[in-house]
Nanobody
């Protein structure tokens, strides 16, 4: 199973970017999907998560600016980032809890490779 993220780049403050991340391989079920970020010199932190039924959770710092969504049939999660600020600059990682192959397997956490988002002032 692999998670492939894309959509990062350089944007000016108050601009927008959309990240996407797809899970591929022998996925039986993809449960919670989410985005985390790690800024230089800081620990990785939660940005947003979404369950398979669509329940969402956001970090206080991005509420009202970022929107997480997913396409269950395509095992894809999106992060729409609006009103970006320089402090949003970080490497963004997607994350998913996946049951592979058969329901007898335990849920396992997978991480994508990270995509860099740079917001200039």
């Amino acid at each position: 199973v692999q998670l492939q993220a894309s959509g990062g780049g350089l944007v000016q403050a108050e601009g927008s970017l959309r990240l996407s991340c797809s899970a591929s391989g022998r996925t039986f079920r993809v449960n919670v999907m989410g985005w985390y970020r790690q800024a230089p010199g800081k620990q990785r932190e939660l940005v947003a998560t979404i369950t398979s039924s669509g329940s969402t959770n956001y970090a206080d710092s991005v509420k009202g600016r970022f929107t997480i969504s997913r396409h269950n049939a395509e095992n894809t999660v999106y992060l729409q980032m609006d009103s970006l600020k320089p402090e949003d600059t970080a490497v963004y990682y997607c994350n998913a809890v996946i049951i592979i192959a058969t329901p007898a397997n335990p849920p396992t956490v997978y991480w994508g490779q990270g995509t860099l988002v740079t917001v200039s002032s």
